[in-house]
């Protein structure tokens, strides 16, 4: 089983930057052979429901939630099994819990929470205004 660990939370005010990353480890390897994992970030805001916020497949293709586009990035270094996501111009309304997911056999890039199995604890993100 898979096992992630998000880090680089923390409270900024609205403009700033901050950089999560996700530690990745227990993988089988199966999916980085056949080229099918696909890791991603969600995020979920008290009383709401948990959304995506981004994701990247074995082949570098990625995807972003319209409200993230153009401020945050996401990348990974499978040297050292570790998922980013570079986040820029904060705003207010990005504060939320911040989820790293992974699912090794997904075969395409995903914000839907349903297609992935392995989660990790999460980061918290709080940006003042």
């Known amino acids: 089983q898979v096992q992630l660990v998000e880090s680089g939370g923390g409270s900024v005010q609205a403009g700033g930057s901050l950089r999560l990353s996700c530690a990745a480890s227990?993988?089988?390897?199966?999916?980085?052979?056949?080229?099918?994992?696909?890791m991603a970030w969600f995020r979920q805001a008290p009383g709401k429901e948990r959304e995506g916020v981004a994701a990247i497949d074995s082949d570098g293709s990625t995807t972003y939630a319209d409200s993230v586009k153009g401020r945050f990035t996401i990348s990974q270094d499978n040297a050292k099994n570790t998922l980013y996501l570079q986040m820029s111009n904060l705003k207010p309304e990005d504060t939320a819990t911040y989820y790293c997911?992974?699912?090794?056999?997904?075969?395409?890039?995903?914000?839907?929470?349903?297609?992935?199995?392995?989660w990790g604890q999460g980061t918290q993100v709080t940006v003042s205004s």
């Open positions: 997911a992974a699912d090794e056999y997904l075969g395409r890039v995903s914000l839907s929470p349903s297609d992935f199995y392995n």
């Open positions: 227990g993988y089988t390897y199966t999916g980085y052979i056949y080229s099918s994992y696909c």
